[in-house]
């Protein structure tokens, strides 16, 4: 049966189900129609996130299937891993609800055409059923001379009755003749042949699937493949070996012994048969590899009598392997046994002590970043001509956070994901980073929004800011996109998190074991366990993980984004374990789940939207309310501490704030003060330059101390009204003028020292008058060295009017977001809707709508062009930003738009290519000839 066929069986809730577990189909342009739904869900990309979603045994399964083929069921997958068949049977559960495995309907079984090659029928066994006219084939093709077959022969592998009805038939040829009530009461044992149980039907999955699984399960290839590379001669010489009939095609020769080298009794009798050195070998090539070099001499005389047994198989002429009809018969394979899901190892908790170090971990959270962008405003980040922070600045940066840059790069990277910081572009280059006009609206808020903001932006992060290294250790600057799984990571944490009870913890090493089980695609490499080892760093350093178990924000955070979660019990339900397997009748909609999580993109690739099923709740949860975004809000504000309106300032020319100081407050004591410190309490500190830098903005003593004033509840300390007042009474008794520009001064002595100066030689000053002074420098450059040296001079403009400093803060523009896939989405219970409805065949989808959709910044001739190239096949060429910013010129044909990715045939580099569509500049007709090096035929 074809998938689309299963698919039209389905009823809306399991629709439902299976696009949110397969959420990349919701992407739009979604497929409307269920020959469109049954390509989107079997392309190489969808099926690739699929597998990410998948757990240990339901990995395990579809290799299973892969071995099996057409013959699997649940109870020969069973039997084949030696596992329970209630594991069995929840692994594919997990399967048959994302589309990766489906049911064959008996009546359908029992049609399969006969395969090529295959011998007909014989009259005699016309009536037999379809199980036991097979097994009469095999009969027909091998029977020894004996009337009756062989213990060994691969007629002994049929069930009983099959074996029964072909010994009856060949020990009585006569009863062929006979009516099929005659010969049904001649042989008894015929009559307890049995038609496929509906409640163990064949099973069906994707072909593409086979590419993932070179080696299922561990097995070589099939004997099929292997002899294939065989002459005639020699197959026919291997067949006389095993005492079958010489005479054949080649394909029935493959066929039978194929069949024969899986017949574990027939296999146990040649290995018992075997020298021991040849059986020692076996044992090691079964325990280690499954491939020989046959160059080794010395492995000479072991090695012969499993090549001429068939044993082993060559590949090629220097190697040999284990067929795996061979593999399978030796259940060596059986170490791929079903396991369910690990057991955590937790320990005793204190909830309270988390909460306190949580609060502690989320208000220096929002401290950090807000810090991180006060500081940006006042003097923007540079940045490097390529893009993104390097790495002096970014220890600079880490030192004035008093932080390590790996922490100070996840405050740069939240920051700039999530719209506050963003490029400042000087001339044509991007020269630094400054906070977006979004800033000043987020530095409004309170603490808890400010800190739900973060949190939210980390948790669909794509890069993990503590670990910002490529698969091949190259660092890459932070605010430079590095897709990988991160996102995916952090999310499966999160859910292990989640099943845990208030009172139990676990170690990041349990949790870890636990992700390798529910994710363990995520966790295959050194990499991939270093990126979710920082997600679980991450976490701590935000306040969603404190104490090794998740926090009352972390919780609630979740429950508001719906992250995938898991069942709190690790042990088989038994209601589960009494449960049948999927049938082609009941699909199995709401069966047990693994843990969906999106899947590590290639190359310059975009995740797919995270699948969003019902969180479980752990037990002894407390009940969470129904506003799950006011349960957010009041679980981060009873651990943040209120936003602080006030200062306490001090005798000694400090100003002390403690918790979170509001935005009015920051900008003036950063404008009267000097930041001196910053954790739990912030401390400025007065001096006469920072009051010289307040008096600079145009503002009077009088001015200042009122500002002041009304934010001190215990007023303003007579040193700190002196200083301001002093320093007032001298501030502008040096006057700056346009024209080059023109100093004068109060006096002739104060001339003289500042034409003396030697600090001030750059100025190249010149005395006019006794009290002027002239300097080819610009105003503000000859203010700023006046000020350097010490003096208190301000600015005039040409009217002899002040001219005050401008304090405007500098704005940094956001980089346009590039195309997501969640945000270009329909949702699962829509899109089942139009399904349900639609009767009619599917329509091609619309390359103009995918791209319009897809590439919005793309201009609308480049757009045309390219959807063109993409209907009719043809070439054209591309202009491709790279992650640097560089563009690349690229002639590419044979396109295929997926989910914001454009799949081609890249002629500079002969070969498959994909390519992020909202990195596509710019696109044009090939002028000319299309250059070689195209797509092989």
Not at 419 to 442: C, I, K, M, N
Not at 488 to 510: E, G, S, W
Request: charged share 20%.
């Amino acid at each position: 049966m074809k998938l689309t066929e299963y698919l039209r069986g389905l009823d809306r809730t399991a629709l439902v189900r299976l696009f949110e577990l397969r959420p990349d189909i919701l992407v739009e342009p979604a497929p409307r129609h269920w020959d469109g739904l049954a390509k989107a869900l079997t392309t190489r990309t969808s099926l690739d996130q699929a597998l990410q979603h998948l757990d240990q045994d339901a990995l395990t399964l579809t290799q299973a299937l892969q071995v099996l083929g057409p013959g699997a069921t649940p109870t020969a997958l069973a039997t084949t891993l030696d596992s329970p068949q209630p594991l069995v049977n929840a692994a594919l559960s997990r399967l048959t609800e994302r589309a990766l495995s489906w049911p064959i309907p008996p009546h359908l079984t029992e049609q399969t055409p006969t395969p090529k090659n295959h011998p007909p029928t014989s009259p005699a066994a016309a009536n037999l059923p379809a199980a036991n006219r097979t097994a009469a084939n095999h009969l027909t093709l091998s029977l020894p001379a004996a009337n009756h077959p062989p213990a060994s022969h691969p007629i002994a592998s049929h069930p009983a009755a099959s074996r029964a009805a072909v010994n009856h038939l060949a020990a009585n040829p006569a009863a062929a003749n006979l009516p099929a009530a005659d010969r049904a009461a001649a042989n008894p044992a015929a009559n307890h042949t049995t038609e496929p149980h509906t409640t163990d039907p064949h099973l069906a999955n994707p072909p593409r699937l086979a590419t993932w699984w070179p080696t299922p399960l561990g097995l070589g290839a099939p004997a099929a493949d292997l002899l294939a590379q065989y002459s005639l001669p020699e197959i026919r010489a291997l067949a006389a070996r095993h005492k079958l009939p010489a005479k054949g095609t080649r394909a029935v020769l493959t066929q039978q012994l194929a069949t024969l080298l899986g017949d574990r009794p027939h296999l146990t009798r040649l290995l018992n048969s075997l020298p021991a050195e040849a059986t020692e070998l076996l044992t090691t090539l079964r325990d280690s590899s499954r491939h020989l070099d046959l160059a080794d001499e010395d492995l000479a005389p072991a090695t012969a009598p499993l090549l001429d047994l068939g044993i082993l198989l060559r590949r090629g002429k220097s190697t040999a392997e284990i067929p795996r009809e061979v593999g399978l018969a030796l259940l060596y394979h059986r170490r791929h046994r079903l396991t369910g899901p690990p057991q955590v190892a937790t320990s005793p908790a204190t909830p309270e002590l988390a909460e306190n170090q949580a609060a502690v971990a989320a208000a220096e959270a929002v401290r950090s970043a807000t810090t991180l962008l006060e500081n940006a405003e006042a003097d923007p980040i540079p940045a490097l001509l390529s893009g993104g922070i390097g790495t002096r600045e970014l220890r600079r940066l880490a030192r004035s956070l008093a932080c390590p840059p790996e922490q100070a790069a996840l405050w740069l990277d939240l920051a700039h994901a999530a719209g506050l910081l963003g490029h400042h572009h000087a001339g044509h280059h991007v020269d630094s980073y400054a906070p977006t006009a979004a800033y000043d609206t987020w530095r409004t808020q309170p603490a808890a929004q400010r800190w739900t903001t973060l949190a939210r932006t980390w948790l669909t992060l794509q890069e993990a800011p503590t670990h910002r290294l490529t698969p091949d250790g190259r660092p890459i600057p932070p605010t430079v996109p590095n897709p990988g799984p991160a996102q995916a990571q952090r999310q499966a944490v999160l859910a292990t998190y989640a099943t845990l009870p208030p009172t139990r913890r676990a170690t990041p090493a349990a949790v870890l074991q636990a992700v390798a089980w529910h994710a363990p695609l995520l966790v295959a490499s050194d990499h991939n366990a270093a990126l979710t080892q920082a997600a679980i760093t991450e976490a701590h350093l935000l306040g969603i993980l404190a104490e090794d178990q998740l926090t009352p924000p972390g919780a609630a955070l979740l429950h508001t984004t719906q992250l995938p979660t898991r069942p709190a019990s690790t042990d088989p339900d038994p209601a589960d374990a009494a449960a049948p397997a999927p049938t082609a009748a009941a699909p199995a909609a709401g069966a047990a789940t693994g843990t969906p999580s999106p899947p590590p993109q290639p190359e310059a690739s975009t995740p797919p939207p995270t699948s969003t099923p019902e969180p479980a709740v752990a037990p002894d949860a407390p009940a969470v309310p129904q506003d799950p975004e006011a349960a957010l809000l009041a679980a981060v504000t009873a651990l943040l501490p209120a936003t602080s309106e006030t200062a306490r300032l001090q005798s000694d020319l400090t100003a002390v704030v403690t918790g979170d100081p509001a935005q009015h407050l920051v900008r003036l004591l950063d404008t009267v003060a000097d930041l001196e410190s910053s954790s739990a309490a912030r401390v400025w500190r007065f001096s006469p330059a920072s009051v010289r830098r307040a008096l600079d903005t145009g503002a009077t003593a009088e001015d200042l101390l009122a500002a002041l004033a009304a934010v001190a509840p215990d007023g303003v300390p007579q040193p700190l009204a002196y200083l301001v007042h002093d320093v007032s009474r001298r501030h502008g008794s040096i006057r700056v003028v346009d024209a080059g520009c023109v100093l004068h001064t109060a006096d002739e002595i104060q001339a003289l020292e500042i034409l003396n100066s030697r600090p001030l030689a750059r100025l190249a000053l010149r005395q006019v008058a006794p009290a002027v002074l002239v300097s080819p420098r610009p105003r503000p450059e000859t203010l700023a060295l006046l000020r350097r040296a010490g003096f208190t001079p301000v600015g005039e403009d040409f009217t002899g009017n002040e001219v005050p400093e401008d304090q405007t803060p500098r704005r940094g523009r956001a980089q346009p977001a590039p195309w997501r896939p969640e945000d270009h989405v329909t949702t699962p219970a829509a899109l089942a809707a139009v399904l349900a409805d639609s009767t009619c065949a599917d329509e091609p989808l619309d390359p103009d709508t995918q791209l319009r959709v897809q590439a919005p910044d793309l201009p609308a001739a480049d757009r045309g062009w390219l959807a063109a190239a993409a209907r009719d096949g043809g070439a054209v060429e591309i202009v491709y930003r790279s992650p640097a910013g560089a563009p690349a010129p690229r002639v590419v044909s044979d396109l295929a738009l997926e989910s914001g990715i454009m799949l081609a045939w890249c002629h500079r580099h002969e070969t498959e290519a994909h390519f992020l569509l909202d990195r596509v500049t710019r696109a044009r007709p090939i002028a000319g000839p299309v250059p070689a090096g195209g797509r092989p035929q």
